[in-house]
């Protein structure tokens, strides 16, 4: 497929050396408008896999769906249209981009629950380097409450225990089908307390808005900050794509599963997700 997403040789470099970058206005009217709908149609019509949480109180509701794309007709045309796999494929230097997870986050305005510092990677059913999040937003989103991720953090070579504690600050309203942040496989040494020490760590964060992505690899640390009151809803697509070498796994414990396991497809243990293409579906190549 011939590139069309405006990308430059700075970004892509930024990004294998930091792990992330934000990419501004990369996503078209077209584009932009499928998000908010796609994300609507997640909020208003759940799937089996989506989740709501909220404080002890009740408050800050937050709605999430693994595989929204599979319910959404607006979704599954956004990644159809290509942008979205093109940027993951590029920003990896990979011939191709194939699909290994999609995420709504819907975050109603009101009180907004932090996230506390976790790693995507022992919740997986894949590893290896050549894996990326390309993250859009259909609302402003203050950096002070947008995704905040450890600079570098993909290169320490550790998968982090993922029983990791919420303080408190979480109750579940219904638990469906998606895997939160209790489970996944190996069981690694624990997410260090960055919450407490900050300033020992090069934490990056970014305003960002509608039409921008921002990226990481699937194997950074991140988190997102919270607040007492925010006036505007902020709803995000979150989409995770592999290189062809990639590897396919089956940790011990829960993981969240992949279309392999959703579609029922035999896929061996260690194979490159690259030769399973029915499984980890090719969203954009070069």
């Known amino acids: 497929m011939t590139p069309r997403v405006p990308l430059t040789d700075q970004q892509i470099a930024q990004y294998h050396r930091d792990g992330a970058v934000l990419l501004k206005g990369v996503l078209n009217t077209v584009e932009r408008a499928l998000l908010e709908e796609g994300l609507e149609e997640s909020y208003h019509n759940p799937g089996r896999r989506s989740t709501r949480a909220s404080d002890p109180q009740g408050e800050g509701e937050t709605f999430m769906e693994s595989f929204p794309s599979l319910g959404s007709p607006s979704l ?62 259909a609302d402003f989103s ?35 089908k998606m895997l939160t942040m209790h489970g996944g496989g190996e069981r690694g040494p624990r997410v260090p307390d960055i919450a407490s020490h900050p ?4 934490i990056l964060s970014w305003d960002v808005e509608p039409g921008d992505a921002l990226v990481f690899n699937g194997n950074m640390l991140h988190a ?17 794509w592999g290189g062809p070498e990639l590897r396919y796994i089956a940790p011990p414990d829960n993981a969240i599963p992949t279309l392999a396991e959703i579609n029922r497809v035999e896929v061996p243990f260690d194979s490159r997700v690259g030769d399973y293409p029915t499984a980890f579906p090719v969203g954009w190549s070069a």
């Open 76 to 137: 599954r045309r956004l990644l159809e249209l290509g942008s979205i796999p093109e940027i993951a494929a590029r920003m990896l230097r990979a011939p191709s981009a194939q699909l290994i997870l999609d995420q709504v986050f819907y975050k109603r305005g009101g009180r907004v629950i932090p996230t506390p510092w976790h790693q995507d990677t022992p919740y997986l059913r894949v590893r290896g380097d050549d894996m990326i999040r390309v993250w859009v937003s």
């Open 142 to 176: 203050p950096r002070e409450l947008t995704l905040q991720i450890i600079r570098g953090s993909h290169r320490w070579g550790i998968i982090f225990d993922p029983n990791i504690s919420d303080g408190g600050n979480v109750r579940k309203i219904n638990e469906g």
């Open 199 to 202: 300033e020992r760590y090069d």
């Open 224 to 240: 997102a900050g919270g607040a007492s009151g925010h006036p505007a809803p902020r709803r995000a697509y979150t989409s995770m």
